[in-house]
């Protein structure tokens, strides 16, 4: 080899050999510090990488959770949508229903006002044809009256007068049904009674004739 003493049988490198020898082996030392330094960076890369993974991980959780929340939620108004919707739908039948019995009063009310105006109608032509039948009635009442009222003197006269001569009629019954009675008693109680009669006649044509005259 080239710049190499031999010292006896012992050989000695040169100078040259150990520069290159160490130039070399620092070549690779160098090497091999940007291999690890390489190496270093890209742990430090993985693992800051892994970290903004966990946290990318934990946002990720958080936004998993806050989304699940949120369709809990929108499920929870999904529902109350639903049942605000059958509670309209109820509302609008009832609504529908109101209407039509609003309808159906209104046609029984007009109605009943129809059968308001006839009855009123019919009740006033009864009331004209009962008052026209009363006054016809008042009138063959009052006719019926002064129609009466000779057999009423009548009646009221022969009751006066079976008032008056009923003593008279009385003892002449006696007198009749009497055996031992006379005839003579009994025309002399005839005549008094006939007389009595004919002086109330008289009486009652005297006042007849003062009255005309008066």
Request: proline share 1%; hydrophobic share 35%.
């Amino acid at each position: 080899m080239a710049g190499t003493f031999y010292l006896g049988r012992r050989s000695v490198p040169s100078y040259y050999e150990l520069y290159s020898e160490e130039k070399a082996q620092r070549e690779l030392l160098e090497q091999r510090v940007l291999e690890l330094t390489s190496e270093n960076e890209r742990l430090k890369a993985d693992l800051q990488g892994g970290r903004s993974t966990a946290e990318e991980q934990e946002a990720l959780n958080k936004r998993e959770q806050e989304l699940d929340r949120r369709e809990k939620l929108l499920d929870k108004r999904e529902d109350e949508l639903i049942a605000a919707t059958v509670d309209f739908e109820e509302k609008v039948r009832d609504f529908y229903e109101i209407m039509e019995t609003t309808r159906e009063e209104v046609e029984q009310a007009k109605q009943i006002k129809i059968d308001y105006e006839d009855t009123k109608e019919l009740l006033s032509q009864t009331l004209k044809e009962k008052n026209n039948q009363k006054n016809w009635f008042n009138i063959l009442l009052v006719f019926l009256l002064i129609s009466a009222l000779p057999l009423l003197f009548y009646i009221l006269k022969l009751r006066y007068l079976e008032t008056k001569y009923r003593p008279f009629i009385e003892i002449l019954k006696d007198k009749l049904s009497n055996s031992s009675v006379s005839v003579d008693d009994v025309k002399t109680l005839t005549n008094t009674f006939l007389q009595l009669a004919d002086t109330d006649k008289s009486q009652n044509a005297l006042k007849s004739g003062s009255t005309t005259s008066g």
